[in-house]
């Protein structure tokens, strides 16, 4: 079976640093990759997502992140980070087999603290 | 874009008594609706995966007769804790896939189960 892992489990930064949150999984086929972040008190959103293409996705907020497929890794990133940004991040992966229950796996999930 | 309803928000019940969670797509049919659920400090783990108009697949340690689900039509899913005990408090959330593979999931807010 599938897993992910996010090697921080908090991180803790000031406004205006540079983020790189780490996520790597284990599948040898073609993936789907995302990064889903939860606001204190809100439900999980999408950031972005990776299906093909361009390695380099951008997503809301100004983040974006890199698939690096021999490194098995989807890192998200932003070059400055504000207050507003403090939350949980998730990576996710799913494994796409052309069919099949099109389930999810998650990281454990990273808590980022930006300090005003 | 794709929401999803999850409702109760919040609910507190006392021991042995069952929940009824209700999870519903607004904008779009979905055949396929996932349950999961979040310790503190930890990641989504999936219960199981609702199929419209069949049995609901559970994954591995998930009591199926303890955690009801009824996915009755191609809008709602239910899922009922039934005979709930304190170690069943936890936070519940929906998804619902919203397109074709990889298209993303979208995630209802979720429900604070606390059983007292």
């Known amino acids: 079976a599938q897993s992910v892992s996010q090697h921080n489990h908090h991180v803790i930064l000031s406004e205006a640093a540079s983020l790189e949150l780490g996520c790597n999984y284990s599948?040898?086929?073609?993936?789907?990759l995302f990064w889903y972040v939860q606001y204190p008190g809100q439900h999980l959103q999408l950031l972005l997502k990776y299906f093909s293409g361009d390695p380099l996705v951008k997503g809301i907020k100004g983040f974006e992140a890199e698939f690096i497929k021999s490194k098995f890794s989807f890192n998200l990133r932003k070059p400055s980070v504000q207050w507003s940004d403090t939350a949980e991040y998730f990576c996710a992966v799913y494994p796409y087999s052309g069919a099949g229950s099109y389930q999810l796996t998650f990281g454990k999930g990273t808590k980022l603290s930006v300090i005003p | 874009g794709a929401v999803v309803s999850q409702h109760p928000s919040w609910v507190i019940c006392k021991s042995g008594t069952s929940v009824k969670i209700e999870c519903r797509s607004l904008d779009f049919q979905a055949t396929t609706m996932f349950w999961y659920r979040q310790f503190p400090k930890q990641s989504l783990m999936l219960m199981a995966t609702s199929n419209e108009g069949s049995k609901a697949t559970y994954e591995q340690g998930v009591e199926k007769d303890k955690f009801l689900i009824n996915h009755a039509s191609l809008t709602l899913s239910t899922l009922t804790v039934t005979s709930a005990h304190p170690e069943d408090s936890s936070f519940y959330i929906c998804?619902?896939?919203?397109?074709?593979?990889?298209?993303?999931?979208?995630f209802g807010s979720g429900t604070r189960l606390t059983v007292v």
């Open positions: 998804s619902a896939r919203d397109r074709g593979p990889g298209y993303g999931y979208t």
């Open positions: 599948y040898g086929g073609t993936v789907n």
